[in-house]
């Protein structure tokens, strides 16, 4: 939660291209409805750390069953699981049962998620701070809490907690994760420790005296919620936003991958993360895509009809918008939008799109710009 970082963090930014599979090149299923998640950037962070510490790289990810493909991806999805195997898999062949408190002291937020740069867009640390609430999903994701907050700031005589709402769980290694990284991120921000006390959840563990050296403030064990108290006064420091254009730049970016992880709890949404990359293909049947879902075809059509729609229906107007995004972006023809969406047939493109728009597909075609003088070619 660096808030005063150089904006290196750009580099680590890619973009989804039009596509919101954001499970691609990963070899982990996962399923975003019920299961907690966590970025590729998320997990390959921890991994970079642990080799620096000594651990085997192949070792590592072989003991969590994780594949160089399932970093491959920036907004690529993984289980939870594969994080924790990571964290305790680094802790044992490192020999540190520190091994999370100490990655999240050394490893800074922006490296491993885009909630932290997209602080650097606020004017004060509390408006940070609520920017890496809104986007803090994107490194992991709770189902349980949908687009609720993660964090809640309570502001207290005492000072102002930060608190973690994520539900109870057995693992301790993440509160260390994150409130180390935290902890380090506010006092680099402040340019002094801001901090002062940690509660959390699980038992004192054995390797007590790593809190002490981490954070430096008494410490709660077995309290009733993850929670670190800050002073109160930091969340009025005036901070330097990064330029507008850049944070909306990163704000865009943001907001299509979280869209990419709502699409995914409902059927739908991960229908047309099956059909999308198909639109061209004949390989559009109900089957093939209840057998990419693993479900049946029965199956398949009752959910969607719980959510109101039928598979017909969803194909069509996924046909519809990918159309839209084709012609309205230019650089293609009618004919090649056609194609691009499963018609080998121009003239039925343009009945179904007439349908869809109560106009011509020509219509919707971006004109391309004339090319500048100075690059005119002379004769």
Same mark, same amino acid.
């Given at each position: ?81 594969? !994080?924790? =195997? #990571?964290?305790? @898999?680094? &802790? *044992?062949?490192? %020999?540190?049962? $520190? ?95 801001? !901090?002062? =006390? #940690?509660?959390? @959840?699980? &038992? *004192?563990?054995? %390797?007590?005296? $790593? ?101 017909? @229906? ?66």
């Amino acid at each position: 939660m660096a808030l005063h970082q150089s904006y290196e963090f750009a580099r680590s930014v890619v973009m989804i291209a039009g596509d919101n599979d954001v499970t691609r090149g990963a070899t982990i299923s996962v399923d975003l409805a019920t299961q907690v998640t966590v970025s590729a950037t998320y997990v390959r962070g921890v991994v970079t750390y642990a080799v620096t510490r000594g651990v085997d790289r192949g070792a590592l990810l072989g003991a969590a069953g994780v594949h160089e493909a399932d970093l491959a991806v920036d907004d690529a999805r993984l289980p939870m699981d594969a !994080l924790i =195997a #990571v964290l305790r @898999t680094g &802790a *044992a062949q490192s %020999h540190d049962p $520190a091994f999370a408190l100490h990655c999240g002291d050394y490893v800074p937020c922006e490296q491993v998620s885009l909630a932290s740069p997209l602080g650097q867009s606020a004017t004060t640390v509390l408006g940070a701070l609520q920017q890496v609430n809104r986007y803090a999903r994107l490194g992991i994701d709770f189902p349980t809490l949908g687009a609720g907050d993660r964090f809640r700031i309570d502001v207290s005589a005492a000072g102002a907690w930060f608190i973690d709402l994520r539900p109870h769980d057995t693992w301790p290694e993440i509160t260390e994760l994150v409130f180390a990284r935290i902890a380090r991120g506010t006092a680099r921000a402040a340019g002094r420790s801001v !901090l002062r =006390a #940690v509660h959390v @959840t699980h &038992a *004192a563990p054995a %390797h007590g005296d $790593a809190y002490r050296n981490v954070f430096r403030v008494p410490m709660v064990f077995g309290s009733t919620r993850n929670a670190l108290l800050l002073d109160a006064t930091f969340l009025n420091t005036p901070l330097t936003p990064a330029p507008a254009h850049v944070a909306r730049i990163l704000a865009a970016e943001a907001d299509a991958r979280l869209q990419a992880i709502d699409a995914q709890r409902t059927v739908r949404g991960r229908v047309e993360l099956v059909l999308r990359p198909r639109l061209a293909s004949a390989d559009l049947g109900v089957e093939r895509v209840a057998s990419a879902l693993a479900m049946s075809r029965r199956t398949l059509h009752r959910k969607l009809k719980t959510e109101g729609v039928t598979f017909e @229906t969803t194909l069509d107007e996924l046909r519809r918008s990918v159309a839209l995004e084709r012609l309205q972006s230019g650089g293609v023809t009618v004919s090649e939008a056609a194609a691009l969406v499963g018609f080998s047939d121009p003239a039925a493109f343009s009945r179904a799109f007439k349908r869809w728009t109560g106009e011509r597909p020509s219509a919707a075609v971006r004109p391309t710009a004339p090319p500048s003088p100075a690059y005119r070619s002379r004769s």
